[in-house]
């Protein structure tokens, strides 16, 4: 089955900074590739998503990037905010296996002042 | 919409006790699933459905059963509870249409903790 890498698990970055998060997964047949921000306590939400056919994608000070070739795809907050400081998870889908997510582990973002 | 909606919201079982974990969503989803959240790690997939009474197993089914009888509702059930199904437990629902992907939403979560 699909397994999802990712790194670093802990990351610190001062406000304003940028910061990167890795992905790496191991079936190339995954077409779907979203990424969840989870507060403490709180539920998984979506915040940006990939799919396949597509290198990059851009929604404000978030970006993902698709490197199908490596099968790796990355997280890039720019202009870091302290309300950015969360747990973000990586997941790959494959199409028509029931849109089920394989998650990465998680890195833990804090955005100190 | 409530959306996704989980009940209980925390438990404390017992070693052999059963309990089931209720979900339910108001979007007309067709795909559900259960994950589990152990401390510091990623969501780990139980068991999902894509339709009512249709269900299959994911990556760790073992000790927890499910069932489908409605779009809406999608009961976790635990039996014989042990000290390694302490996790929290989150319900989730899309909606395919084709072959596209859509968004996992996602419920509160319930907190097991099984002594």
């Not at chain 2, 009940?7 to 589990?36: E, V």
């Not at chain 2, 014989?80 to 596209?100: H, R």
Request: hydrophobic letters at 30%.
């Amino acid at each position: 089955g699909e397994n999802v890498e990712q790194h670093p698990s802990t990351l610190s970055v001062q406000e304003g900074d940028s910061a990167v998060i890795k992905c790496t997964y191991s079936d190339s047949a995954s077409n779907y590739f979203p990424w969840y921000k989870q507060e403490l306590g709180k539920r998984p939400q979506l915040i940006i998503d990939i799919r396949s056919n597509v290198g990059e994608k851009k929604d404000q000070r978030i970006a993902v990037t698709l490197n199908k070739t490596a099968k790796h795809f990355s997280l890039h907050i720019t202009e870091t905010q302290p309300e950015d400081s969360a747990v973000y998870f990586c997941a790959a889908s494959v199409r028509g296996t029931a849109s089920k997510l394989t998650f990465g582990t998680g890195t833990r973002l804090q955005v100190t002042l | 919409n409530a959306g996704v909606t989980q009940t209980p919201k925390f438990r404390i079982l017992k070693i052999g006790q059963s309990m089931t974990l209720q979900c339910a969503q108001d979007m007309n989803h067709n795909y559900m699933y259960w994950y589990r959240q152990d401390p510091g790690m990623g969501l780990k997939l139980i068991y999902y459905s894509v339709g009512a009474g249709i269900t299959d197993k994911g990556e760790v089914p073992n000790g927890y059963n499910v069932s489908r009888s409605t779009t809406e509702d999608f009961p976790l059930r635990l039996e014989l509870a042990a000290p390694s199904q302490t996790s929290v437990y989150f319900c989730a629902s899309s909606y395919p249409t084709g072959l596209s992907y859509n968004e996992q939403f996602f419920g509160p979560g319930t907190r097991l903790t099984v002594l």
